[in-house]
Nanobody
């Protein structure tokens, strides 16, 4: 079955950086659009960024210029590099794939940014 496993979360001070990897299994990774979402306390889950199999990328306006999504098809892994973090980036970050067999989510990784 499809599995997505995020890691790399933690606590960081404002203007710091974190890199979140999401490793996958059970799907043909290279054929799928991969996404990162986040959910802050009391708010709806929102798209952070996604990357197509051809490398086309979309970013939320709130993270443009600070976050970078990338994928390594050889490792079946998608990453988000988060720089210049702000307190409002505090959230649980989730990896997502809309595969042929359905939509799948990881368990999430917590990011806490202190100002």
């Amino acid at each position: 079955q499809v599995q997505l496993v995020e890691s790399g979360g933690g606590s960081v001070q404002a203007w710091g950086s974190l890199r979140l990897p999401c490793s996958t299994s059970g799907l043909i990774f290279s054929r799928n659009v991969m996404g990162w979402y986040r959910q802050a306390p009391g708010k709806q889950r929102e798209l952070v960024a996604d990357i197509s199999r051809g490398g086309q990328i979309n970013y939320a306006d709130s993270v443009k210029g600070r976050f970078t999504i990338s994928r390594d098809n050889a490792k079946n892994t998608v990453y988000v590099q988060m720089d210049s973090l702000k307190a409002e980036d505090t959230a649980v970050y989730y990896c997502n794939v809309a595969a042929r067999t359905g939509v799948f989510w990881g368990q999430g990784t917590q990011v806490i940014v202190s100002s």
